[in-house]
T-cell receptor, first 107, second 116 residues
Framework: AQRVTQPEKLLSVFKGAPVELKCNYS??????LFWYVQYSRQRLQLLLR??SRESIKGFTADLNKGETSFHLKKPFAQEEDSAMYYC?????????FGQGTRLTINP | SAVISQKPSRDICQRGTSLTIQCQVD?????MFWYRQQPGQSLTLIAT?????????ESGFVIDKFPISRPNLTFSTLTVSNMSPEDSSIYLC?????????????FGPGTRLLVL
């Protein structure tokens, strides 16, 4: 079975502080992992995927198979990063989402 | 990329009635999906809409309650049948398209449904 866990429902940090949104997964096969973001009044959109190993809007995420984690990190948070973030796992041709973390960046 | 539109954007319905949600994609896509997002919850996959054949439903969802059509590669409908207040939710259409060389799953704006 596929499962994605985001332990923090809410996360609040100050502007300029580092951010880490946690994501753990459970999947018997070889996982493909994503972070999706939903800004206020906008639709859900892809932020980044693990196979690209890229930095998007200053965010990075490394797949750690030993710890079955895919945490999202940014060294210096900006106010425009405030949004809902979902970790998702692609397996067996379907995308399974975590519960989401609402990130608030305080000025 | 693929741009997805949904109609209606929101509706308020009486219990026992049915609502059909339309999803249109601006380009041909391989896979189309329907998700539900209940208040305060994450997205849950209802079914994969298959072109020209019956949809593939996830555990807990059945065709009688959520009939789905996909007559072509760019259009799908989801009907929420015999609605009850528990069906109040956001319903999202999703489709797989290419972003550069990589297949990416795109999402529509959602249909916000309130059942009284």
């Amino acid at each position: 079975a596929q499962r994605v866990t985001q332990p923090e429902k809410l996360l609040s940090v100050f502007k300029g502080a580092p951010v880490e949104l946690k994501c753990n997964y459970s999947y018997s096969g070889s996982p493909e992992l994503f972070w999706y973001v939903q800004y206020s009044r906008q639709r859900l959109q892809l932020l980044l995927r693990h196979i690209s190993r890229e930095s998007i809007k200053g965010f990075t995420a490394d797949l750690n198979k030993g710890e079955t984690s895919f945490h999202l990190k940014k060294p210096f948070a900006q106010e425009e990063d405030s949004a809902m973030y979902y970790c998702a796992l692609q397996g067996a041709q379907k995308l399974v989402f975590g519960q989401g973390t609402r990130l608030t960046i305080n000025p | 990329s693929a741009v997805i539109s949904q109609k209606p954007s929101r509706d308020i319905c009486q219990r026992g009635t049915s609502l059909t949600i339309q999803c249109q994609v601006d380009s041909q896509v391989t896979m189309m999906f329907w998700y539900r997002q209940q208040p305060g919850q994450s997205l849950t996959l209802i079914a994969t809409a298959n072109q020209g054949s019956e949809a593939t439903y996830e555990s807990g969802f059945v065709i009688d309650k959520f009939p789905i059509s996909r007559p072509n590669l760019t259009f799908s409908t989801l009907t929420v049948s015999n609605m009850s207040p528990e069906d109040s939710s956001i319903y999202l259409c999703s489709a797989c398209g290419l972003a550069g060389s990589q297949e990416t799953q795109y999402f529509g704006p959602g249909t916000r449904l309130l059942v009284l």
